[in-house]
């Protein structure tokens, strides 16, 4: 059992910067790789980045690739989110999940535990 829990979203302009956290209980954090998804009103849930259990792999939507920066710290059991040069096309509420199996990554079926949602809201 996995419990994730994210932080830091809010209100910024556009052109700023948000950090989202995702703080892991439960199983070793380093057992598992990691995602963030990203749901905005009246759409699908999108996939925005992924990262391995050491950090060493990652890999990103096209769409946020370049502005954003995913990363992990397995001795605090917590992820990360960086997110700059934020548009108001970001805005979302963005959720990050843990896998064990594997599959694509970008496939939100693949992805066992899910925390609650932090919302991003940019403005013009």
């Known amino acids: 059992q996995v419990e994730l829990v994210e932080s830091g979203g809010g209100l910024v302009q556009a052109g700023g910067s948000l950090r989202l956290s995702c703080a892991a209980s439960g199983r070793t954090f380093s057992s598992y790789t990691m995602g963030w998804f990203r749901q905005a009103p009246g759409k699908e849930r999108e996939f925005v980045a992924f990262i391995g259990k050491s950090g060493s792999t990652t890999d990103y939507a096209d769409s946020v690739k370049g502005r954003f920066t995913i990363s992990r710290d397995n001795a605090k059991n917590t992820g990360y989110l960086q997110m700059n040069s934020l548009k108001p096309e970001d805005t979302a509420v963005y959720y990050c999940?843990?896998?064990?199996?594997?599959?694509?990554?970008?496939?939100?079926?693949?992805?066992?535990?899910w925390g609650q949602g932090t919302q991003v809201t940019v403005s013009s």
């Open positions: 999940a843990a896998r064990w199996s594997g599959g694509s990554v970008n496939n939100p079926k693949n992805y066992a535990y």
